[in-house]
Structures are given as C-alpha cells and as structure tokens.
T-cell receptor, first 112, second 113 residues
Framework: QKEVEQDPGPLSVPEGAIVSLNCTYS??????FMWYRQYSRKGPELLMY??SSGNKEDGRFTAQVDKSSKYISLFIRDSQPSDSATYLC????????????WGAGTKLIIKP | NAGVMQNPRHLVRRRGQEARLRCSPM?????VYWYRQLPEEGLKFMVY????????ESGMPKERFSAEFPKEGPSILRIQQVVRGDSAAYFC???????????FGSGTQLSVL
C-alpha cells in the first residue's frame, strides 16, 4: 500500500462545475499538506499549503484536511478550462525530515 | 526575480553516455531537491542538497547517479552510462530552508536512445 493514494483520473467536468480532488494517506504523523498544480511539460507550482486539520480558502480554491480520516481535499469552484492540469497532493512531517511524500496526481479536464 | 532555472529543457543521449542536468535555484534559496517523474506517475524524490553538502540521497540509485551543489554555480545531477530506463523528466526544486515551500523548475526531459 502506498503512503499516499490519489486517483489518477482523468476527471472530466464541464466548465463552471465544482471540482473535488482527494488524497488519502496512511501516516498519521503527517502535519503539512500541500496541493500542487502541474501543467503539461511544466514543473509543479504550489497552490495551497496547510498545516494540520481544517480548511483554507484562496479565491476559487479551498483545501480541507481531515486528520481523523487521513483524508485531504481540494475544491475548485467555478472551474475554468485553464484549470485543466494535473493536481498533485504532497505531505510531510517533522520526523521525516520534512521530506515530501507525493500522490501520483489527478489529471483534470475542464470542458468548455 | 527569476524562478528556478533548469537546463537543458530537453536532453537526448545514447546508451552509455553521460547526462548532466543543471539547476539554478531561486535567488536567496540555499536548498535544492531533485525529483524524477515518469509519465502518469508522481514525483519520486532523489536527493536533497544544501550548498556544498548532501543532506539526504536516499532516493538516488547507488550507482551511476551523483549530485552536487557547489558554493558557486548551479546544482548538477549527473547520470553516468545512461540506460533507456533513465528516460524521464527530472525536476529541481529550491527552498529557503528545510520544511519550507518548494518552488520547481520546468524540468529536463531526458531521452535515452
């Protein structure tokens, strides 16, 4: 079993829909949770960075962390074709020397 | 303020040749990570370096692969005697210090013929 599980998709939704992307993990020591967006042939760029449980909102993006369920989510409201990309979750803890553990990424397609 | 710069963007090598991948971190960043990514797969950690120091190389194959981050100049990932299985995208990321947010370069796509 991988430490971080993420459905690779692709996930295809119409423009304007609310998108929900998720990761589950097995290591209860993880405290830092990140979502990165990666466009084709580009490096990942950081979207959201959260510590411990709770919600964080930034524009159309909301990140949720549920440590009791070992489950994190990224919601995208009013999705746009420009949101089409691969979304990777990553997480770490102090004990792992802040080494990020990555999900495989979910490919998201927003249809105009 | 330029971001993380990687070059070359594409590198083609024949089996047995050497590949040298370069990464210039963001200004003010003294920590560099190297990752490898295969199509449809996540990022695989290879090595974590500070200037003149390898902090963690647990993700790097013991043979043929080496990395450095000298006091002056870019970080270098070196792959000797490349094989077809080395074909992948190699990403570099930099940060100010351990545990802080990573900023990625655009990667080097290595193709081994």
């Amino acid at each position: 079993q991988k430490e971080v599980e993420q459905d690779p998709g692709p996930l295809s939704v119409p423009e304007g829909a609310i998108v929900s992307l998720n990761c589950t993990y097995s290591n209860s020591a993880f405290q830092y949770f990140m979502w990165y967006r990666q466009y084709s042939r580009k490096g990942p760029e950081l979207l959201m960075y959260t510590y411990s449980s709770g919600n964080k909102e930034d524009g159309r993006f909301t990140a949720q962390v549920d440590k009791s369920s070992k489950y994190i989510s990224l919601f995208i409201r009013d999705s746009q074709p420009s949101d089409s990309a691969t979304y990777l979750c990553a997480m770490s803890d102090v004990d792992s020397n802040y080494q990020l553990i990555w999900g495989a990424g979910t490919k998201l397609i927003i249809k105009p | 303020n330029a971001g993380v710069m990687q070059n070359p963007r594409h590198l083609v090598r024949r089996r047995g040749q050497e590949a040298r991948l370069r990464c210039s971190p963001m200004k003010g960043h003294s920590h560099v990570y190297w990752y490898r990514q295969l199509p449809e797969e996540g990022l695989k950690f290879m090595v974590y370096l500070q200037k003149e120091n390898i902090i963690d190389e647990s993700g790097m194959p013991k043979e043929r692969f080496s990395a450095e981050f000298p006091k002056e100049g870019p970080s270098i990932l070196r792959i000797q005697q490349v094989v077809r299985g080395d074909s992948a995208a190699y990403f570099c990321a930099s940060t100010t210090s351990r545990g802080e947010k990573l900023f990625f370069g655009s990667g080097t796509q290595l193709s081994v013929l």
